[in-house]
């Protein structure tokens, strides 16, 4: 090290470049990866993904709609409407197998918690998601598609929300289109 104390290097000239600004900002990033998850769905009608985020903006965990572990997603049914209740995606009324892209993230999670978290998803929660993100510490939901906000599982969940002091944000919408070349 030289007398100034800077190792050698006050010679040293630096350069100012600005940053590049078309790059994607946080909520965008985070809701596309969603958007990216839900294309592992196997759901030919609903495609549904997730990301729950840190305080830190770190991604925590990841999911998307699709048959629970173990089961078959060649075996179980995938629709609705058939006569037979075997074949409808609904068994006799109830709910049907699938897992949401909401529980996956939650229980998929690379940390002991998600309190404190955000969740980034492609689709408003049902009402059972909505318990699920509640009860796990789940302190925002930023939300794109907006056609279950107005169904009465979404209004459960709006109102399970409010009395949980859980932040509903519905995600701003910058119009710009991500595409990924795989080619």
């Not at 196997?42 to 089961?71: F, H, R, W």
């Not at 404190?116 to 909505?130: M, S, V």
Request: with cysteine.
């Amino acid at each position: 090290m030289n007398g100034n104390g800077r190792g050698g290097l006050s010679g040293l000239k630096i350069i100012s470049q600005a940053k590049r600004e078309n790059y994607l900002q946080w909520d965008e990033y985070f809701m596309a990866l969603a958007f990216l998850s839900a294309m592992r769905s196997k759901d030919p009608v609903t495609q549904v993904g997730a990301c729950i985020v840190d305080s830190e903006n770190k991604i925590v965990s990841m999911g998307y709609n699709g048959m629970p572990v173990g089961l078959s997603d060649d075996e179980l049914p995938w629709t609705k409407g058939q006569e037979d209740p075997l074949q409808n995606k609904n068994f006799y009324g109830f709910v049907y197998p699938v897992c949401h892209a909401e529980l996956n993230a939650v229980l998929n999670k690379n940390t002991l918690s998600v309190k404190g978290c955000k969740i980034y998803t492609t689709l408003f929660p049902c009402h059972e998601c909505a318990k699920v993100m509640i009860q796990s510490g789940i302190r925002e939901v930023i939300y794109f598609d907006e056609k279950r906000v107005s169904t009465p599982s979404g209004d459960a969940s709006k109102i399970m929300f409010l009395k949980a002091n859980v932040k509903l944000t519905p995600f701003e919408r910058t119009h710009r289109k991500i595409t990924i070349d795989l080619s």
